[in-house]
């Protein structure tokens, strides 16, 4: 598996969570991570992404305020740290790779992770 995403539960309306996303054999032409969503019954959603470098970085703007894209690269690791979770925050999410930026463009990532649930109850 190229990406495993981890870290996803059940937790109360304000709580925060830390998703872990590792690239396995991440390659030198593996160029960024995104972050993307599934709300139950709804169409995948974007949520943000992060280049390797760090120079480059998108959140959906409804979530900036909350949600923060970091990495490791010497753990080959994205992490998407969110805060004050609310209900409308449930959804599966997944990390996806490309090998140059896509931003929120989901087509455009050519490897996609599991999902990890995440379940936000008021």
């Known amino acids: 598996v190229q990406l495993q995403a981890c870290g996803g539960g059940e937790v109360q309306a304000g709580a925060s969570l830390t998703l872990s996303c590792v690239e396995n054999f991440r390659t030198s032409d593996s160029y960024a991570v995104a972050w993307f969503r599934q709300p139950p019954g709804k169409e995948r959603e974007f949520v943000a992404a992060?280049?390797?470098?760090?120079?480059?970085?998108l959140y959906e703007e409804s979530l900036q305020n909350r949600f923060i894209i970091s990495s490791d690269d010497a753990k080959n690791t994205v992490f998407l740290k969110m805060n004050n979770l609310k209900p409308e925050d449930t959804a599966v999410y997944y990390c996806?790779?490309?090998?140059?930026?896509?931003?929120?463009?989901?087509?455009?990532?050519?490897?996609w992770g599991q999902g990890t649930q995440v379940t936000v109850s008021s």
């Open positions: 992060l280049s390797w470098s760090g120079k480059q970085r």
């Open positions: 996806a790779s490309s090998r140059v930026w896509n931003g929120r463009y989901s087509p455009g990532y050519n490897s």
